[in-house]
């Protein structure tokens, strides 16, 4: 859910900030994206040809397996497929931004 994904990566990021062994975290999945694999969970994207970035036209999700992702979407973005903001984007740029950089003396 939006909310389980908020919680884990609000989580991550003061772990990250918290500890001064760890410079930053990088996101899983900045977005949203269709999956186009038939080895993870049966499900696959008919590319429209010449259109740039590569662009479903159709997606085969296979729904005799309790696996396959819904609307054939990887959901790991903090933007959804359409590059809108999701609320762990606002978490986690909020905590970012108030995030002080020690000056080189105080590290060594």
């Known amino acids: ?19 001064p062994n ?8 900045f977005f949203d994206f269709k999956v186009d694999d038939p080895w993870e969970h049966n499900t696959h994207c008919d590319y429209i040809p010449n259109v740039n970035p590569p662009t ?14 819904p609307g054939g979407l990887n959901h790991k973005g903090v933007l959804d497929y359409y590059r809108r903001p999701k609320p762990s984007f606002a978490i986690v740029a909020a905590k970012y931004k108030n995030v002080t950089t020690p000056s080189k003396e105080s590290m060594w």
């Open 1 to 19: 859910t939006l909310q389980y994904q908020t919680q884990v990566l609000s989580q991550d990021v003061d772990t990250a900030i918290g500890n």
């Open 22 to 29: 760890i410079s930053g975290i990088s996101l899983w999945h």
């Open 56 to 69: 479903c036209g159709y997606i085969d999700v296979n729904t005799s397996t309790a696996s396959g992702r």
